[in-house]
């Protein structure tokens, strides 16, 4: 009796050829699902053209409500093609100059097929004009830092001269200062001026250099060809605003009569460094139209007070504004020679001060 005849195993090409159909079937798949998604068309890659209807549609538009003005003539020259965004910055440009005449005259627009022009025509450019306005948003952002941070550093001369004809006349008390120096009593009286008339010259220069906008460097030069007052009243009291130190000598003489510079820090502080200056450099008099020494009072003495006269030369000072109504100073300048009280020491804290403290408030 014959044994039943075994099944024969699978050939091994059998196994080759299974396995590439399923592979096959699984490449047309996915080939099928991709050709079924769907993919942008050709238009919204290409040029809008003359002849197509977004181009025809906004040159309407312009025609009718003058809405475009492309070139520096003031024409639209709307015969060639144009790139999608640059379509999309006109058809912007269009419609926020059509929105400004509905907003004025609804009226304008009795025509409602007008609206629908431009309805379909933002829904046919939405991408491109939100990627426009993305982009100009940046730019404006761009454009106001750049603004912002902007400032070339800028110098200002100006120049002042000024000539005096004096003389002292009369009799009167005469108070000298010079005397204290060397014991003697200051106080006289009685005395007959003896001035003659005398003429003077002061030339300033003055160069106000900034670097940022808010600072400010600045270097003044001085010429004197004058004699004081007070060398014939013996009385500092009496002297002119233009007039040289008295206790200098009344030869021409060129000098630097002030070199600071002023930075703030912030919006409420400001420093000044002076290496040649004046308290008054630092707490300003409040009333300008008395420290003006070429408009304002002739005498040192209406000026302002005798007190910012006490120390001059180098320092710093600093101003505060505690709010809108209270500002803070302080201030100390050593060094130089006070137009009060000579000295013949030169050093810094030896030599004639100042130091000065100020709170104005304002109303």
Do not use: H
């Amino acid at each position: 009796m014959a044994a039943p005849a075994s099944k024969a195993p699978p050939a091994l090409n059998d196994f080759a050829t299974e396995s590439r159909e399923l592979e096959e079937l699984a490449t047309l798949e996915d080939l099928e699902q991709f050709v079924q998604a769907p993919v942008p068309g050709v238009s919204r890659f290409a040029d809008v053209e003359p002849g197509d209807w977004a181009f025809g549609a906004l040159q309407d538009l312009k025609a009718r409500y003058n809405c475009l003005s492309g070139y520096a003539d003031g024409t639209f020259r709307g015969d060639r093609p144009l790139s999608r965004y640059e379509f999309a910055a006109a058809l912007d440009a269009c419609y926020q100059q059509l929105e400004a005449l509905i907003s004025e005259n609804a009226a304008q627009f009795a025509d409602r097929g007008d609206l629908e022009v431009i309805s379909r025509l933002l829904r046919e450019f939405e991408i491109e004009l939100a990627i426009l306005a993305t982009q100009v948003e940046a730019l404006a952002e761009r454009a106001q830092f750049l603004e912002d941070g902007q400032f070339s550093t800028t110098a200002k001369l100006s120049g002042e001269v000024i000539t005096t004809l004096w003389t002292g006349l009369g009799e009167a008390p005469i108070i000298d200062f010079r005397a204290i120096e060397n014991g003697i009593e200051p106080f006289f009286t009685g005395r007959d001026l003896d001035a003659g008339v005398a003429v003077g010259t002061r030339l300033r220069l003055r160069t106000d250099v900034s670097f940022t906008g808010r600072d400010r460097l600045r270097a003044q030069l001085q010429v004197l060809n004058a004699t004081a007052l007070s060398t014939a009243t013996n009385s500092p009291i009496t002297e002119l605003t233009n007039s040289p130190d008295p206790f200098t000598a009344a030869d021409v003489n060129l000098e630097l009569d002030g070199l600071e510079y002023r930075f703030p820090v912030g919006d409420r502080l400001r420093f000044i460094v002076s290496a040649s200056g004046r308290l008054t450099d630092i707490a300003e008099p409040l009333n300008p139209y008395f420290n003006d020494e070429a408009e304002g009072a002739l005498s040192r003495f209406a000026q302002y007070n005798p007190v910012y006269r006490y120390g001059a030369g180098a320092g710093a000072g600093v101003q505060f504004q505690v709010n809108e109504r209270l500002e803070v100073t302080l201030g100390y300048l050593a060094g130089g020679r006070s137009t009060v009280r000579p000295s013949t020491n030169s050093s810094l804290f030896n030599d004639a001060y100042g130091l000065v403290s100020r709170s104005v408030a304002a109303r």
